[in-house]
């Protein structure tokens, strides 16, 4: 099956991933769960061959991967008429492998993937820093493209996203939208945000904070007036805090409190949790940084940030298990994964047997 058939097929089926690995046929996964093609496992030959036809499609040159050695690499490409994929390419074993992320043409809508009003109502800041947090493969990016396609028809300015690769192409709206690639378009994710500083941005997309360099960039940017979005791979608002301020030396760490107390504006964690229908849903943890959260973070107390977002539901907050208990509730996930993915799974039970669940 040529490569363009296959991607075309996996579109169809709705799959989210597709898995180019030898000693296994051509598996993807739809729904969170793998599927397996009928076909023979592959050879290294015929991963290689299929990695070739990803570079060609790509139109970018293999040998700049094969001959320097690289461990794995990044990119997005297009097909007209079919849609946009991420790929990861790397070695295994000795042979090229590929991982490639189905991303269709157009952007997603939020009620197709359950993202509620509290989070893309984050689109009405004006400035600040706002994480969107989870593991990999949890929709961060899916949320944050709606965040950013909702800024981009109900107000003016110039949003600039840093991502690596690009996923969804945003074209302009009401805003100027301007997309760059790392490292395609530009070298590393600390030169483009120094960059786009100078390029007169009202909103910046920071594909991920990887190092302090890059953390303490963007939060001096925050603090010149700028909203700043950008993710981390942590699963809670506090533990989201913690990475921040530990990722910096000891003795820049009470300055790093305060500096976060003063510009954080919001913390998004999510994850994708296996539904009774089949599918997957999102659940969501939404903190705001109110007095209360600013103050916790300033006096090392980010223990009690999960107390504070519990009690703090009517400023539109919830913790991740009042949205695990919120899924069970109305039908949709059975108890038993709910409690796989809490953070507090015996609070989350005891909850759930005064509730009668």
């Known amino acids: 099956?040529?490569?363009?058939?296959?991607?075309?097929?996996?579109?169809?089926?709705?799959?989210?991933?597709?898995?180019?690995?030898?000693?296994?046929?051509?598996?993807?996964?739809?729904?969170?769960?793998?599927?397996?093609?009928?076909?023979?496992?592959?050879?290294?030959?015929?991963?290689?061959?299929?990695v070739e036809s990803i570079y060609h499609l790509a139109n970018r040159d293999i040998n700049l991967f094969t001959q320097n050695n690289n461990h794995d690499e990044d990119f997005s490409f297009a097909i007209p008429g079919v849609g946009r994929f991420r790929a990861n390419i790397f070695r295994q074993r000795g042979s090229l492998s590929a991982i490639i992320r189905v991303i269709p043409f157009g952007l997603p809508k939020p009620e197709d993937f359950n993202i509620p009003e509290d989070v893309l109502s984050l689109a009405d800041l004006s400035k600040g820093l706002v994480l969107v947090t989870g593991p990999a493969g949890s929709g961060k990016s899916t949320t944050l493209a709606c965040i950013i396609d909702r800024m981009n028809h109900q107000r003016m300015g110039h949003i600039i996203t840093m991502e690596d690769p690009i996923e969804y192409v945003h074209k302009h709206g009401t805003c100027i939208v301007t997309q760059r690639e790392v490292p395609t378009d530009i070298a590393t994710y600390g030169e483009a945000l120094r960059s786009a500083m100078r390029e007169a941005p009202d909103v910046m997309l920071l594909g991920e904070m990887r190092d302090y360099e890059t953390i303490g960039t963007a939060m001096t940017a925050a603090e010149m007036a700028q909203l700043i979005f950008s993710t981390l791979h942590t699963t809670s608002a506090s533990g989201t805090v913690d990475r921040i301020i530990d990722a910096f030396p000891a003795s820049q760490q009470h300055q790093i409190r305060i500096q976060l107390s003063l510009v954080l504006q919001a913390i998004v964690c999510q994850q994708l949790v296996p539904s009774l229908d089949g599918g997957t849903l999102p659940a969501f943890e939404i903190m705001h940084t109110n007095t209360a959260i600013r103050n916790l973070i300033r006096e090392q107390k980010t223990y009690q940030i999960d107390s504070v977002i519990a009690s703090s539901q009517n400023e539109g907050m919830r913790t991740m298990d009042q949205s695990l208990f919120a899924l069970v509730k109305e039908g949709k996930v059975a108890k038993e994964i709910a409690l796989r993915y809490s953070i507090h799974a015996e609070a989350l039970e005891r909850r759930m047997e005064v509730e009668g669940l």
């Open 1 to 50: 099956m040529e490569l363009e058939e296959l991607l075309q097929r996996m579109i169809e089926a709705r799959a989210s991933d597709i898995f180019v690995v030898a000693g296994l046929p051509i598996s993807f996964q739809v729904s969170g769960r793998q599927v397996r093609s009928d076909t023979e496992p592959l050879r290294p030959a015929d991963t290689r061959a299929i």
